[in-house]
């Protein structure tokens, strides 16, 4: 059995991390796999949303901690040699997630911890099951946050709560994620997986190549200054309105029907 599933439903793509006995931490192996099937997916025109999801009763614990006391038998100077090419693994990760110019839905059942919540993160929508919970961990093992939380989270959080998540390393519970917007949905852990498809169905059936604009606009935002963005504003939308789904949009609001967008 795969420590990476891939399964379809229509134009949905299911990528479930399996490795329920290890709270699906990303070992070495499975971050250089993670990084490909995302490449693959990017590249499928057939996919038109992306679910990510932990497989048995959580999202994902980070990294392998176990596996980490193995290190220990080299010198210090080996052991900073050898972590800062286990951090570098997971940057194609968060680049890939970041570039995908489709929805990437983060599924979040149980524990999203250390490198955990930086995945959920690196999705566009998180659904969390109100049994859920996020930990940055980190401090707990003496080490500080990777996999771009440093980044994400103070601009997600505000640089207080995002201080609060790194140096207390407390759980941070459903309902305090919602309120604090590292989350956009809490629902029933019962309801987890049909509230998760509904969205991602209703995103699917969506115009793809707008979604992927949108996302592409938000996110280089956060490094633009306001007239560069404003340009790229205008060479979005322009591209936009020379493609089909444009036309459809426009025509089903003049004869006010449901629009059937093709993602093209």
């Known amino acids: 059995?795969?420590?990476?599933?891939?399964?379809?439903?229509?134009?949905?793509?299911?990528?479930?991390a399996n490795r329920p006995e290890a709270r699906n931490a990303l070992s070495l192996e499975m971050r250089a796999r993670l990084t490909d099937v995302l490449h693959d997916l990017e590249q499928d025109d057939s996919?038109?949303?992306?679910?990510?999801?932990?497989?048995?009763?959580?999202?994902?614990?980070?990294?392998?901690?176990?596996g980490m006391a193995d290190?220990?038998?080299?010198?210090p100077e080996q052991i900073r040699k050898q972590y800062m090419l286990r951090i570098h693994d997971l940057h194609p990760i968060m680049f890939a997630m970041r570039r995908m110019p489709k929805p990437?839905?983060?599924?979040?059942?149980?524990?999203?911890?250390?490198?955990?919540?930086?995945?959920?993160?690196?999705?566009?929508?998180?659904v969390a099951a109100d049994t859920s919970f996020f930990s940055l961990?980190?401090?707990?093992?003496?080490t500080s946050p990777d996999?771009?939380?440093?980044?994400?989270?103070?601009?997600?959080?505000?640089?207080?709560?995002?201080?609060?998540?790194?140096?207390?390393?407390?759980?941070i519970d459903a309902?305090?994620?919602?309120?604090w917007g590292l989350v956009n949905f809490v629902v029933p852990a019962a309801q987890l997986e049909a509230e998760t498809m509904k969205i991602a169905t209703r995103l699917a059936n969506g115009p793809t190549f707008v979604y992927g604009q949108a996302k592409k606009l938000m996110y280089q935002s956060l490094q633009r200054d306001f007239?560069?963005?404003?340009?790229?504003?205008?060479?979005?939308?322009?591209?936009?309105?020379?493609?089909?789904?444009?036309?459809?949009?426009?025509?089903?609001?003049?004869?006010?029907?449901?629009?059937?967008?093709?993602?093209?």
């Open 1 to 16: 059995m795969s420590d990476l599933e891939v399964t379809r439903q229509g134009s949905i793509a299911i990528l479930t």
């Open 47 to 66: 996919v038109r949303c992306l679910v990510l999801r932990g497989a048995g009763d959580h999202f994902m614990a980070g990294g392998d901690v176990k």
């Open 71 to 75: 290190t220990f038998k080299s010198t």
């Open 104 to 126: 990437i839905i983060a599924q979040v059942a149980g524990a999203a911890a250390g490198a955990g919540v930086s995945v959920a993160l690196s999705c566009d929508l998180v």
């Open 137 to 142: 961990a980190y401090a707990n093992i003496g």
């Open 147 to 171: 996999g771009s939380a440093t980044f994400q989270l103070p601009r997600t959080l505000g640089i207080k709560r995002a201080l609060e998540m790194a140096l207390l390393a407390d759980r």
């Open 175 to 179: 309902k305090k994620a919602l309120d």
């Open 227 to 264: 007239e560069a963005q404003l340009q790229a504003e205008g060479e979005a939308f322009a591209a936009c309105a020379a493609r089909a789904d444009f036309r459809e949009g426009v025509m089903a609001f003049v004869e006010k029907r449901k629009p059937t967008f093709t993602g093209k």
